[in-house]
C-alpha cells in the first residue's frame, strides 16, 4: 500500500479530533468526530449513531472530505491536513478488530452502543509552516489501490 509521509501520519497520529465534511444533494454539513487513525489501512477510525444528520448523508453519498488542525494563532506553527475518502460503516460488535482499536484507544467508548465508520482516504494535503510558509506535502492513492 502507498502510505503518507511520516511526516503527515505522526500529525495524524498527534491529534484525536476531525472535521467531518458530508453531503447529499444541495446540503452538506459538518461535524466533529473523536478518532483514531488505522495506518495499516490509512484510514480514520471513528463511533457516530446511524441516525446523525451526517452519518445519514455519508450512507447517501460516501463521498466525503474533513480536516484536522493544530490551534495555533503563531502563523510559523500553523500545522493541518484536509482530505478527502470514502465513508463506510463497519463491523461494531463485540469482537471486532474496529471495536477493539477504538477502545484502545477511547476506553470509556465501551459505554455508548453506537455505530463505528471508517473513512478510507484517498488523498492528503497536509500544510506545515514549520517546513516553510505555505509547505503543502500531497499523498495520493494509487490507481491500483482499492
Not at 498527534?14 to 446540503?27: F, G, W, Y
Not at 452519518?55 to 510559523?76: D, F, H, Q, W, Y
Not at 459505554?111 to 505555505?134: A, C, E, S, V
Request: proline share 2%; net charge positive; glycine share 4%.
Amino acid at each position: 500500500m502507498n502510505l503518507p509521509e511520516t511526516r503527515i501520519t505522526d500529525f495524524i497520529k498527534e491529534h484525536h479530533v476531525l472535521t467531518l465534511a458530508t453531503s447529499d444533494l444541495n446540503e452538506s454539513w459538518c461535524s466533529n468526530c473523536f478518532y483514531t487513525y488505522l495506518k495499516d489501512e490509512n484510514a480514520f477510525l471513528f463511533t457516530s449513531d446511524i441516525d446523525t444528520k451526517h452519518a445519514l448523508m455519508g450512507v447517501k453519498n460516501p463521498r466525503v472530505s474533513g480536516s484536522v488542525v493544530l490551534e495555533t494563532k503563531i502563523v510559523n506553527k500553523i500545522r493541518g491536513i484536509q482530505f478527502t475518502g470514502e465513508l463506510v460503516k463497519v463491523d461494531n460488535t463485540e469482537h471486532s478488530k474496529y471495536r477493539l482499536k477504538y477502545l484502545m484507544k477511547f476506553p470509556y467508548a465501551i459505554l455508548i452502543n453506537t455505530d463505528l465508520w471508517i473513512i478510507k482516504l484517498d488523498l492528503i494535503k497536509m500544510t506545515d509552516n514549520r517546513l516553510r510558509f505555505g509547505k503543502k506535502l500531497i499523498w495520493k492513492r494509487t490507481s491500483n489501490e482499492n
